[in-house]
């Protein structure tokens, strides 16, 4: 949980709901898939998708919860199914310093956990959000679904430029977002302005959320963040910091020595972070960042003053400058 | 296809409909998705679960085919989706003689085919379905999660039941029957009684029908099946004909040899296809099958005669003749 919430403490509760929600969606009396789907409940998670879900719900003229609150848990859902079956993509052990599903079932358990996640999301929301909604969640879950394909299909290649980056992220990311800030507005019926600055916010929010996601994983500290440094890299995933070192005329040389590569040693990532750093590519990425958190402050301009419009700011601010 | 469809020129017909609305459904412009989704509709299926759909519409008062054929479809696309995943978890690399997505592709790229599947399917249907069917829908997905989980947790023990058995393959199978049936039946408008008549067939047939794809993977021939003989066995899933093979005083000793062993060899397996036979345990597996064809054939009565009537009592006598 993110310290906002312990200020904001309507979005606080409200939150809570949410994960009582979650809790009791996934529900099974499968003991696996009870004790996996405990495992990722207790891991916790900031709950940013939720948040925005209700903060976006308090700008219509009906916030109403009763329908808020199971499309914030539902879309919830479908992020953890799509972390469930990316971990078994990426191989990954670890995940906010917790065993993954698949490290500690397996793959096989892990594919139909993540299954019974995005079943249980969409069961959940066909009791309380209409049929549209229902139609551009599934949408955005094809699209999440095409990113990770391309984004498994394009590792170790050496070509992968920043409009490239910046496409992947907003299918893997940015649609989401931009997703949970619009559906909210929409069920509480917002007015066709309010529901375009929230969407473009969340849209925008995605976009720096991930770029600060992806630098961390080279530039942050691996025992805050709970998996090991580079990890994306090590897969053949190269982020922007990667993308602007390779740019670098002093620095192409250098880092090229270990692109393309699948067999690298934990010295050798170490040498990566280095150079990344050094070339300044850490600091190019953050004020890319930087650019889309401008955007999102336009975006926050142009909606109502309400205490929702003061905790979406605060929200933006503690995830971009978090150090994890 | 199925020979029945050639003869019942109405519903090949409206069969090639749903095929149609299947290939619409999966357009992707990602280019390994396309491939992998071309490749699993050019492997055809016997689209049993679209039949019984349009079947049991046939007896209502409201043969909608707007609403119908996109529900067939999205049913067919969710099976699609559990085979897909289904492959992972048993590591199969041939379905119906040709290579599996997972084969093809990798585990990787299978995962996220399978979900893409799943929600195209939900995205269907939320544009021509009742909410009440689309959470019977993600129902039955989830009870089928929680089945594929339990089966592949009870693999290679030795105590496995044919009540366990039975529980077992009404989750996995006989579930999706009956919802087929069920929701063509009540998007068509049929009175209560045709409904759970419908129903009950559907559930019963599903039972039929998995019981006899368990006996061909162990008696069939592998040739026409387009896999290998006793992959189940090997995979340490044991079906019905093992299960009396072991309860057969004379059968018991030599099976055992085989039970609980990931390691066994073709010779081996040929060894144990050998004691199913010999012990009855096939004949006694088919008898089981013929019980709850003849439950259908209860339940096929109790309808009003209609030429769907007829249709779903050859597609029921051609499923369970099947030779592959």
Same mark, same amino acid.
């Given at each position: ?87 078994? &993509? =990426? $191989?990954?052990?670890? +995940? ?12 096989? %358990? #892990? ?37 990770? &394909? =391309? $984004?498994?299909?394009? +590792? ?12 992947? %992220? #907003? ?154």
């Amino acid at each position: 949980m993110m310290g906002i919430w312990k200020r904001h403490t309507g979005i606080y509760k409200e939150i809570a709901k949410v994960d009582e929600c979650i809790r009791l969606a996934l529900k099974s009396n499968q003991q696996v898939l009870a004790s996996a789907v405990n495992d990722l409940l207790s891991a916790g998670g900031k709950r940013i998708r939720p948040a925005m879900v209700l903060l976006s719900g308090g700008f219509g003229i009906n916030n109403n919860e009763e329908k808020l609150i199971p499309l914030a848990a539902a879309i919830e859902i479908m992020h953890m199914a799509t972390l469930v079956h990316d971990d078994i &993509i =990426d $191989q990954s052990d670890l +995940r906010r310093g917790r065993p993954t599903v698949r490290n500690r079932w397996g793959n096989q %358990i #892990a594919v139909f956990t993540g299954d019974f996640l995005l079943v249980r999301a969409f069961s959940l929301i066909t009791q309380s959000v209409s049929q549209d909604h229902m139609h551009a969640l599934a949408n955005t879950i094809k699209v999440i679904c095409e990113g990770e &394909i =391309d $984004q498994f299909q394009s +590792r170790f290649k050496k070509t992968f430029s920043e409009l490239q980056y910046l496409k992947r %992220i #907003a299918r893997k990311t940015a649609v989401l977002f931009a997703l949970s800030c619009q559906v909210g507005a929409m069920e509480s019926q917002c007015d066709v302005d309010t529901v375009r600055n929230l969407k473009k916010f969340g849209y925008n929010f995605g976009m720096a959320f991930q770029i600060t996601d992806d630098l961390l994983d080279l530039g942050g500290d691996p025992e805050l963040a709970g998996k090991p440094l580079g990890s994306d890299f090590r897969e053949g995933i190269y982020t922007l910091p990667v993308i602007y070192t390779i740019a670098h005329p002093l620095y192409k040389a250098q880092i090229e020595k270990f692109i393309g590569r699948d067999d690298l040693t934990d010295y050798d990532v170490l040498k990566v972070g280095r150079l990344v750093k050094e070339s300044g590519s850490l600091e190019k990425s953050r004020n890319l960042a930087l650019r889309y958190l401008e955007r999102c402050h336009e975006s926050l301009r142009r909606l109502p003053d309400k205490p929702e419009k003061d905790a979406l700011r605060e929200l933006l601010e503690e995830t971009i400058s978090r150090k994890y």
